[in-house]
Every structure is written in C-alpha cells, then in structure tokens.
C-alpha cells in the first residue's frame, strides 16, 4: 500500500522565518531517499515555493497556488491546471466597483504573470510586493481594465476585512475562496481561485498520478480543512487555527519545533 505524504507549507513545514529548518530538510530527505513519497501543497507559486525549500530534493510533483497547478519540481512543467472561464471578467469587474484593485495571476503570451496597478495598491499589497521585488513574473499595468488580459487562474485581494468580508460571502459558494489574514503580516487576504482549484482537488490528481493508496497531510491554516477532509490522516501543528484542528486525527508539535518532520521520523515505516 503506497501512501502520499503532503505538507502545507507556511505555518507548517516552514518556520516563521519562512525556512525549513536543517533538520527538516534532512529528514525529508533521508526518508524520501529511502522510498517516501513526499510533496507539498502551498498557495505560495514555485518559484517562492522553491526558494523557501531550497534545502529539499524530494524529485516529485508539487501543487502550488492551492492547488491551481500542480507542477513538476524538476523542470517546472504543469501538469494539470485550472483557470477561470469568461465569468471571471464580471467578477474582477464587481471588485472594481468595490473599490478593489487585486493582484491578479495569469499566463500571459505563454509566460506566468502577476498583474497589479501601483497607484491603486493598499499599504497590505506594497508589503507584499515588496517582499516579491525582482520577482520574474512582475507585470506592472496603466489600469484596473489591463488586469483582465491573459489566462487568469489566481486572484490576491488584500484590503480591510469591512471590504472584503461581503465579497467573500458572495463568492464562497461560486469559486474556491479564501478568507484569512496573513500569518507574517496579520493583513487581511481574499484570494479567489476557479472552484476545481483546491488543495484536495489536486491531492486527489496527485494521488491517481503517483498511483498512491492512502493520503497523510499536515496543515496550520483554514485553507487546509478541504485537505484534511480528504486525507486518511490529517495532522495539525500546534500553532494551527483552532478551527483547523477539529478536522485533525491528532495535534502535533509546531512549526517552529519542527513538528511535521518529527512525526515523519517516528511514524514512517520503510516498506
């Protein structure tokens, strides 16, 4: 019996330096070396996923923007992905009228961009901007009406809970949404994805492509309920949402105490 393995990464394998720990990476390492089927699942992109887990090798598929993609970690190939249909055009349309100007993801001309306007940027956005500076993928435009070009399968509104709040209720049920403060910032985020684009949905694809029996995730985070909901064993850290861990088979040590990769070294068993 295979099983696949799938860690959040923020709040979760990551520490709060936005690191995996030296120890981390040696366990992963070791035990995916020894036959350990190991991913991750993130709404971080691979780039910054990757140079957050520079200290991992594990050569396997990786889902990324909560679970929009799901990319290989050797070549950066996608291997399954999901975007918005042409309803999205009404829906970034409503959160211009909401006085809303979110940072927007998409492939466009081939290459994968993010789109935002500077001059309508909250002081939330410019933080997070500002720790993505020289990113590749940086696409700055003149106005709200160029944030509809390309394919679009991601969007990052960050702005005050009284604006977004309304938004999310509006669309929970429509698309796969996420509302949470960011746990380096305490900002307020909205994303808002198509509704195949979830962590579970993807686990669910990984699973059948890796041809693996069981699933055991570990997550921190509300946006990990759909995967924990899926998963045969679900695991949080310590220092996860309250919410989170009524979902959880059990609690274990946190981030920080490098709770994943110690459960991984007491608990796997080489077949």
Same mark, same amino acid.
């Given at each position: 019996?295979?099983?696949?393995?799938?860690?959040?990464?923020?709040?979760?394998?990551?520490?709060?330096?936005?690191?995996?720990?030296?120890?981390?990476?040696?366990?992963?390492?070791?035990?995916?070396?020894?036959?350990?089927?190991?991913?991750?699942?993130?709404?971080?992109?691979?780039?910054?996923?990757?140079?957050?887990?520079?200290?991992?090798?594990?050569?396997?598929?990786?889902?990324?923007?909560?679970?929009?993609?799901?990319?290989?970690?050797?070549?950066?190939?996608?291997?399954?992905?999901?975007?918005?249909?042409?309803?999205?055009?009404?829906?970034?349309?409503?959160?211009?009228?909401?006085?809303?100007?979110?940072?927007?993801?998409?492939?466009?001309?081939?290459?994968?961009?993010?789109?935002?306007?500077?001059?309508?940027?909250?002081?939330?956005?410019?933080?997070?901007?500002?720790?993505?500076?020289?990113?590749?993928?940086?696409?700055?435009?003149?106005?709200? $009406?160029? /944030? @509809?070009?390309?394919?679009?399968?991601? #969007?990052?509104?960050? !702005?005050?809970?009284?604006?977004?709040?309304? +938004?999310?209720?509006?669309?929970?049920?429509?698309?796969?949404?996420?509302?949470?403060?960011?746990?380096?910032?305490?900002?307020?985020?909205?994303?808002?994805?198509?509704?195949?684009?979830?962590?579970?949905?993807?686990?669910?694809?990984?699973?059948?492509?890796?041809?693996?029996?069981?699933?055991?995730?570990?997550?921190?985070?509300?946006?990990?309920?759909?995967?924990?909901?899926?998963?045969?064993?679900?695991?949080?850290?310590?220092?996860?949402? $309250?919410? /989170? @861990?009524?979902?959880?088979?059990?609690? #274990?040590?946190?981030? !920080?105490?490098?709770?994943?990769?110690?459960? +991984?070294?007491?608990?796997?068993?080489?077949?």
């Amino acid at each position: 019996m295979k099983t696949l393995y799938v860690s959040d990464l923020d709040g979760t394998l990551l520490r709060s330096d936005e690191t995996t720990s030296e120890y981390t990476n040696s366990v992963i390492n070791n035990l995916t070396d020894r036959g350990m089927i190991f991913s991750y699942a993130t709404a971080r992109s691979l780039i910054t996923a990757k140079k957050v887990t520079s200290g991992l090798r594990a050569e396997i598929p990786l889902i990324v923007y909560n679970g929009a993609f799901i990319v290989d970690n050797v070549t950066g190939e996608v291997l399954a992905a999901n975007y918005f249909d042409e309803s999205v055009g009404s829906v970034l349309d409503d959160l211009f009228g909401n006085q809303i100007f979110p940072i927007v993801y998409a492939r466009i001309d081939g290459k994968e961009k993010f789109s935002y306007v500077p001059e309508l940027c909250t002081d939330g956005m410019k933080k997070f901007l500002l720790s993505r500076q020289g990113d590749v993928r940086t696409n700055i435009v003149k106005s709200a $009406e160029n /944030l @509809k070009v390309g394919d679009i399968f991601y #969007i990052t509104c960050i !702005d005050s809970p009284e604006k977004l709040k309304s +938004l999310y209720d509006k669309y929970k049920d429509k698309f796969h949404c996420v509302y949470q403060k960011d746990i380096y910032t305490d900002e307020q985020w909205l994303e808002i994805m198509p509704f195949a684009a979830s962590k579970a949905n993807a686990i669910k694809q990984l699973q059948e492509l890796l041809e693996c029996d069981r699933v055991v995730a570990f997550g921190d985070g509300r946006n990990d309920i759909d995967m924990f909901e899926l998963a045969d064993e679900s695991y949080a850290v310590q220092n996860a949402d $309250e919410q /989170l @861990k009524r979902y959880a088979t059990s609690v #274990i040590s946190s981030n !920080d105490e490098d709770g994943v990769a110690h459960w +991984l070294e007491d608990n796997y068993i080489v077949k």
